[in-house]
């Protein structure tokens, strides 16, 4: 099998190219280094640095013609879609379609696509199941959703097989301190250079925090399963960042401080993601719950080079 993963130098791609290469599956990487790093590129990748939205990555992918296609590249940064919501479309949505119509030509088997729980907005839901509306409140939410579609229009005219994964909020190590659902990278960071956590609002609001290695197994899922569907990647618990930081505190036993500042544009207060159908179509659970990939993370993240 030739598996090709978009933004496989970034955070998420990385682990996921690592974990394929170590099913020796043949893996090819796309990324332009926007915010990824190319040493985490695994060794036993192919990597090539090209920009989605090139004619390049088009031809790459009608001349490697992979059996599938994991699409992980993204500007994922909330913050720069608000301050320039032209250049997160031009990335996320108008990349993407040339993604899909590179995989469509190259009779890809099958596209997993990486989409987020910022589909959803602010839906003032206890824990949000696949059905509920997307109604996004940032340009990033709305760049992470049009992609969806395109993706059915695609299978539609095309016959193009597909899964999407809507992620909850991943954490991991080489998480930058930078972009969506970062805050674990952040404070960690914050921590390590002994300057205080900024948490903006009152602390209460929550996020469902799930583990990069998990995502990577979600997608491994998504190979042979879950066709056509629109599945969570989270654990289905919500924590809020009070508790995070309690968690920290456990995991690291210098003293650090906390700092509550306004609430930011475009935040959503809670955000949980029911997991049900993930359970029943990929066969998949999560292994980690937020205290174990917290522990580990900040091992891993002592020595740079994982
Ligand atoms: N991290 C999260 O919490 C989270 C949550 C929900 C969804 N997601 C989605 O998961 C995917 C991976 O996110 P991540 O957290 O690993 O981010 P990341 O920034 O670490 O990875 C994205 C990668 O894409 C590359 N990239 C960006 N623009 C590109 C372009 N035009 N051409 C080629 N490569 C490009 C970057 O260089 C980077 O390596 C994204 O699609 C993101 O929207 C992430």
Redesign the pocket.
């Known amino acids: 099998m030739k598996a090709l993963v978009?933004?496989?130098?970034?955070?998420?791609?990385?682990h996921l190219a690592e974990a394929l290469a170590a099913k020796g599956i043949t893996v090819h990487v796309?990324?332009?280094?926007?915010?990824?790093?190319s040493q985490?590129v695994p060794d036993g990748a192919i990597w090539h640095q090209?920009?989605?939205?090139?004619k390049e990555?088009e031809q790459l992918i009608l001349r490697e013609r992979p059996d599938i296609v994991f699409?992980?590249?993204?500007?994922?940064?909330v913050q720069r879609s608000v301050a320039d919501p032209g250049y997160d479309a031009s990335?996320?949505i108008a990349?993407t379609a040339n993604i899909l119509q590179a995989c469509a030509k190259a009779s890809v088997k099958k596209v997993v696509?990486?989409?987020?729980?910022?589909v959803y907005g602010d839906l003032n839901v206890s824990l949000i199941d696949e059905n509920h509306p997307a109604q996004p409140i940032s340009f990033?939410g709305i760049s992470?959703w049009a992609p969806e579609l395109y993706l059915q229009v695609f299978h539609q005219l095309y016959g193009l097989k597909y899964t999407i994964l809507?992620?909850?909020?991943?954490?991991g190590p080489?998480?930058?301190p930078?972009?969506?659902?970062?805050v674990v990278a952040i404070f960690f960071d914050r921590i390590k250079r002994g300057l205080p956590l900024n948490i903006f609002g009152d602390g209460e609001q929550t996020r469902d925090f799930?583990y990069?290695k998990d995502?990577v197994s979600a997608n491994l899922a998504a190979i042979e399963r879950g066709d056509r569907q629109i599945i969570h990647v989270g654990t289905s618990v919500p924590t809020s960042i009070n508790e995070l930081v309690f968690m920290l505190r456990k995991i690291h036993h210098e003293k650090f401080s906390v700092v509550y500042t306004h609430e930011r544009a475009g935040d959503i207060k809670h955000s949980c993601l029911n997991h049900a159908k993930a359970v029943s179509l990929l066969n998949w659970k999560p292994l980690y719950d937020l205290f174990q990939g917290l522990y580990e993370t900040y091992q891993l993240s002592k020595d740079e080079s994982v």
């Open positions: 978009t933004g496989g130098a970034g955070f998420i791609g990385s796309i990324d332009n280094l926007s915010t990824g790093n985490y090209v920009d989605i939205i090139s990555a699409h992980q590249a993204a500007q994922v940064d990335i996320n990349g696509y990486a989409s987020s729980c910022a990033y992470k809507r992620y909850a909020n991943v954490y080489r998480q930058t930078k972009g969506e659902g970062g799930v990069v995502v």
